[in-house]
């Protein structure tokens, strides 16, 4: 956790020094809006990319490590404290939706209006703030023995002691010592534990594409309405309407951990309330709604621009409020708390002892493999739509465009891989509760 923050911190200060970078002012342009556009040099631009792929591989560190030993902390032998654990999932989820949402709304201000270097600057000096808070606490936290087997053995390590305990049974089936037949049953079955999880893992993939929308096409959708609010015209940046879904994660969690739980609890006699299948599947079900809900504003927002004579104007705005376009955000901002946090729940809880982090990096896996289908997708539909002169579905000019038809097809996608989520997590059988924590 300590050394992935520290490059965290190295990653943001060197993301606020790339954007200081100035370039010779004979080079610069005036923009349409008035702006001033400089090219970089391909030094300047090496530097920033650097810095973001720094960002990345401290982020794959940091998110699941601090997550684990979060939940580490909750004594699963206890009956109380293991049923707490199941809290501190949504209540984290919590903390992260509402200082993201403070992020997006202010950063999203400063950087299109103040300083790109001040955007970058802030986070910085905020994660340096996190590292002194969290080594404050170093002398209060609890230590558990991270293994399952007292040697601290890898992951790679016991896939390769469960190959060997399988190749030392007998024809009979038999295991070679009774103490070792013992040992090897159990990293065997460990093992095939982790083997169970692929197909729950493999049919979230593609929830991971519908994460990857609200950043990218939802917020190009965004910048072509009418974002004006009040009487005094203030607009909204468009990537600050993911404070929509921000808000909506918040509320979702505080409703679901106050008022669903205890509900459900009550009906079906389970601790949780729902299985964290049951959670992971409500939530692909949201994310359909909210996808066809896209579509359908962008169908809206497509007429509206041809009512309008602004099919061949890519930067007028489209005579449409910036309202019609909050339901997509506040839908999948509730399928959020419900996939995102039953994925870490389950994922983390369905791990070996010693392997929590990695139950939780497995999550975030889906995310950013979801993140790599998006882009290979977007990229195969404008290569196969732009064929024989025609138009993008996914063009520059979004009023040309059709991205309903991308929507829909993501949606369709999903609905395919909520069916294909529902046989597996039919027949998956829960590993039983440990009596130690790693």
């Not at 400089?38 to 490590?65: D, E, M, N, W």
Request: aromatic fraction near 12%; charged fraction near 15%.
């Amino acid at each position: 956790i300590v050394a992935s923050s520290v490059l965290y911190i190295t990653g943001l200060g060197m993301l606020a020094l790339s954007s200081m970078f100035s370039s010779p002012s004979e080079q610069c342009k005036l923009t349409a809006d008035g702006r001033q556009a400089c090219p970089r040099s391909s030094l300047q631009t090496a530097f920033f990319y650097v810095s973001l792929y720094l960002v990345a591989i401290a982020q794959s560190g940091h998110k699941p490590c601090v997550q684990a030993f979060g939940a580490d902390q909750f004594d699963a032998t206890d009956p109380a404290e293991s049923l707490a654990r199941g809290s501190f999932f949504n209540w984290w989820y919590f903390g992260i939706c509402g200082s993201a949402t403070v992020t997006i709304a202010l950063m999203s201000y400063v950087q299109d209006n103040v300083s790109w270097g001040i955007g970058f600057g802030v986070p910085c000096v905020v994660m340096v703030l996190a590292l002194a808070v969290f080594l404050l606490g170093t002398k209060t936290y609890r230590f558990y023995d991270n293994s399952g087997d007292g040697k601290g053995a890898g992951v790679f390590s016991r896939v390769v002691e469960a190959f060997r305990a399988s190749r030392k049974r007998s024809p009979e089936g038999g295991e070679h010592g009774h103490g070792d037949g013992v040992e090897n049953a159990a990293i065997v079955e460990e093992v095939r534990g982790l083997a169970r999880l692929f197909p729950i893992w493999a049919t979230c993939l593609l929830y991971g594409v519908v994460f990857a929308q609200p950043p990218t096409l939802f917020t190009k959708q965004a910048a072509t309405m009418d974002r004006r609010v009040g009487s005094s015209g203030f607009q909204i940046p468009p990537a600050a309407l993911q404070c929509f879904m921000g808000i909506s994660m918040i509320t979702c969690v505080a409703l679901y951990d106050r008022v669903l739980v205890p509900v459900a609890r009550r009906v079906s006699g389970a601790p949780l309330g729902i299985t964290m299948l049951q959670r992971i599947g409500t939530g692909m079900v949201l994310a359909v709604a909210a996808l066809v809900v896209a579509a359908l504003v962008e169908m809206r927002r497509l007429s509206t621009a041809v009512d309008a004579g602004l099919v061949d104007l890519p930067d007028a705005v489209v005579p449409m409020s910036l309202w019609w376009i909050m339901p997509q955000y506040v839908l999948l901002g509730a399928a959020d708390v419900f996939t995102m946090v039953g994925m870490q729940e389950f994922f983390y809880d369905q791990m070996p002892g010693a392997l929590k982090s990695l139950g939780l990096a497995l999550y975030l896996s889906v995310l950013g493999v979801g993140s790599f289908i998006s882009s290979f997708l977007i990229s195969a539909i404008d290569g196969a739509t732009r064929r024989g002169g025609g138009t993008s579905w996914i063009a520059d000019n979004l009023n040309r465009g059709h991205l309903d038809y991308f929507y829909v097809l993501i949606a369709a996608l999903t609905a395919l891989e909520l069916l294909a989520f529902l046989y597996f997590s039919g027949s998956y059988v829960y590993k039983r509760k440990a009596v130690s924590v790693h």
